[in-house]
Nanobody
């Protein structure tokens, strides 16, 4: 089982940047594809980005392509999400999640991620 903890959220003006981090406990973190998913009040969870367990593949939702970059540091068991050119519509609670099975690559299918953190709030002011 994988436990993940998100950090790095906050309040930023439109056009600004934030970097979210997902840290995990357990030796097997590097065996899991990790995704970022966000949710705003009254809306469904939206896939943001994912990076495969090998870091060979990355995925982005259409609304963040070209602005967000996902990466992972195997040595430190972390996955980061660099968010640039933030807009008010990016305001949401951002969750990190690990895939249901190790060495699998669900890509943007958020239903295939089982191990969720508590999330971190990102608020972008206009």
């Amino acid at each position: 089982q994988v436990q993940v903890v998100e950090s790095g959220g906050g309040l930023v003006q439109a056009g600004g940047s934030l970097r979210l981090s997902c840290a995990a406990s357990g030796r097997t973190f590097n065996a899991y594809t990790i995704a970022w998913v966000r949710q705003s009040p009254g809306k469904e969870r939206e896939f943001v980005s994912a990076i495969s367990w090998s870091a060979s593949r990355t995925y982005y939702g259409d609304s963040v392509k070209g602005r967000f970059t996902i990466s992972r540091d195997h040595a430190n068991n972390t996955v980061s999400l660099q968010m640039n050119s933030l807009q008010p519509e990016d305001t949401a609670h951002y969750y990190c999640a690990a895939a249901r099975h190790p060495y699998s690559d669900p890509g943007p299918n958020k239903d295939e991620y089982d191990y969720w953190g508590q999330g971190t709030q990102v608020t972008v002011s206009s």
